[in-house]
């Protein structure tokens, strides 16, 4: 059966066991298997109907997101950009054919990797209340508050270069832990 009109979230390698598919934005999501490499779509999405309507587009979103997101539970997907569309099975499926080693090679690069987001929040430096004094005080504590507000800035830089690194490291080891 032609399908028309298939909004894609991911591709993927095509599984050896069956996959949960997901409920999409409006409809059951559909495996549509090439030669070497399946799609994840959603049929009959006409991209007009949402294109000018802003609370059906954030719907449309967090539907992507959330797609892929159990999806890559189950399997290594190659998630596509929000809006990816193709109006029939046979333009998908000639797409995958002709960028199929492309595909390919992403995916085993990323098979077996997680994402992560980290937030990194700073902290707000305390200010210290002007002294109410004049002349050579006055520009001291200034020069005091400067050297203090550029210490915290340096301190907090280190923080941050020390959670990058300490994330590097854990990266490294779980590398060599899995060969």
């Known amino acids: 059966m032609e399908l028309e009109n298939l909004y894609t979230y991911a591709f993927l390698e095509i599984p050896s066991s069956p996959l949960i598919l997901p409920q999409g934005a409006a409809n059951q999501v559909v495996l549509i298997n090439g030669t070497e490499l399946a799609a994840i779509v ?3 999405i006409f991209l007009e ?3 000018n309507n802003d ?4 719907q449309m979103a967090l539907s ?3 797609v892929i997101c159990e999806l890559f539970q189950q399997i290594t997907v190659l998630p596509l950009r929000f809006g990816t569309y193709f109006t029939s099975t046979n333009n998908l499926l000639n797409h995958l054919k002709s960028h199929e080693k492309e595909y390919q090679n992403k995916l085993e690069k990323i098979n077996g990797k997680n994402e ?3 937030k990194l929040i700073p902290r707000m430096i305390e200010e210290i209340v002007p002294s109410e004094g004049g002349g050579k005080d006055y520009f001291l504590a200034k020069k005091q508050r400067y ?3 550029n210490n915290f800035s340096i301190a907090q830089a280190a923080e941050k270069q020390n959670l990058i690194d300490l994330i590097t490291n854990a990266n490294k080891w779980l590398k060599l ?3």
Do not use: V, Y
């Open 42 to 44: 959603e049929p009959g």
């Open 49 to 51: 109907s949402f294109q």
């Open 55 to 58: 609370e059906k587009i954030i």
């Open 64 to 66: 992507h997101d959330r």
């Open 116 to 118: 992560f987001t980290l």
């Open 147 to 149: 050297q203090n507000q």
């Open 177 to 179: 832990r899995r060969n």
